[in-house]
């Protein structure tokens, strides 16, 4: 390449057998070139193409021009794949076999493991053999000698892996996971998602498409997206981490039928899901909360987290503050507004949890990193009404403008049910004991008295009361959050191509 003044390079292009002058801008790092074809009709950007260096995956020498080579124009790059130093040189990848359709070691080798080895990228691979398998393995590998971990599967394999991380790390800082007010160490080791699972809803909230090949490029150019965390815990003891949905009744119920379904793969959701709205069971309890304070946006709020979001930092650059100020621990202080009702469903989201089935999600405003979740409270209506509410998951309406429709935005909070409210106010009285009973007083209705389940990013509690405490940042994945139109206009449709 020849420099002009001006801190450009300039050379020719290849591209099949035509050539083009491509244009290489020190600052800010940018690849130009035109199409050598006149630009199509209705293309906007008038035949130019632009990719960020550091979006280029891998560099090839070719012996094109011999001559040069000869002359010793070319110097030979020593390390073809090192762009940026953000990027993974060696990843620990976890296989689920049976996520989702069965697809995962396909999609894994087909799509995935070839995008690696172009990226120069080395990899150690385990396809699990049971459930769990991730994540105990995680508690015994060297993690450190790896830049990030990859799970390929859906949301509970990226669970999994999740709970070994967070664990391994906890562990090795002689941190007490089931200590609630403890903070929890940060992990710095970054975690790929490749979706081979059934909703997938952590990597199109992260992402915005369910796609093997556009989240490995993520990984290759080493995105770093920060996630908020909830901790749940019961008595003093760790339950589980949820960075998706925490669902307590219809989404409960739905994963407590669906889980016995499992071989009708991703449509046991759809089949699960219209039987647990024909049941139409509601629960009683009590939901507490400290709504967030420290936060910037609200769960009514037009905007949706992007690329870049500007509420994540500030609500960060607030945390690091009040840290600086000795005030971190002030919302221990900070008020509880508490809530009796019957409840048709109580979801309390860390994201959007936009998927396919609803690629606005639950709470569409929310945000993936501003340390909050949304706590979504769906009082007792009548089947239609709830279906309405549904309905508007999937079009633009907004799904909160309902009566029997509550939203917070908070960073704490608490649940019990009324029949475990009943058991601790009068646990000597055996009669009171009522698990699995249908409501005495009205034996043809649908108050049952048995618990609902809590879904935790698509696995089951073993406890339906929960404290739950949002912990800002905790872990960190490859990915960049969803692109703005705007901003994805600035460079054409070749962003992601890779270029050899
Ligand atoms: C009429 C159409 C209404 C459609 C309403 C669609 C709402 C979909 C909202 C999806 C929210 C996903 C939240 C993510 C949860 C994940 O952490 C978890 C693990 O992967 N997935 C699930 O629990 C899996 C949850 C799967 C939920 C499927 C719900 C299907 C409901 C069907 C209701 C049918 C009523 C029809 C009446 C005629
Ligand atoms: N080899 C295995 N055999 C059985 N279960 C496994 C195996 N490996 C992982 N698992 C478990 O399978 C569960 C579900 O997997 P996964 O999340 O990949 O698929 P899914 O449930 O179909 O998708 P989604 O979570 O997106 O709805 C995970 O919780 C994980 O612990
Ligand atoms: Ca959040």
Redesign the pocket.
Known sequence: MEQPPGGRLVSSLLLGPRGCEVTLEREPGLLRWRDPQPPRRGRSSGGENVVPASEIIAVEETEIDKKQCDSGKWQKMSKPHAFTESRPKQLLVYINPYGGKRQGKRIYEQKVAPLFHLASISTDVVITEHANHAKDNLFEVNIYKYDGIVCVG???MFSEVMHGLIGRIQKDSGIDQNNPKTPLAQCSIRIGIIPA??????CYATVGIVDPETSALHIIVGDCQPLDVSSIHHNNTFLKYSV??L?YGF?GD??RD?EKKRWMGPAR??F???K???SHQYYEGTVSFQPAKGTVGSPRDKESCRTGCRICRQTKQLEEQQKNYGLEHKEVEDEWKVIKGKFLAINA?NMS?A?P??PK??SPAAHLADGSADLILVRKCSRFNF?RY??R??NQDDQFDFPFVDVYRVKRFQFMSKQLEDNESDIKDVGKKRFGQFCSDHPACCCNLANSTW?C??ETLDSSAVEVKVRCQLVKLFARGIENYKDETAYNSSSNELLS
Do not use: A, M, Q
């Not at 699972?197 to 952590?202: A, K, N, V």
């Open positions: 859906g949301d509970g699972g059934s909703t997938d809803c952590i998706s949905l669902g989404y739905i994963l669906s959701y759809d699960s899901g219209f647990t709205f024909l989201v949890c998927c089935r609803s999600g639950l279906l549904l309905v998951h999937t879904n990013d698509g």
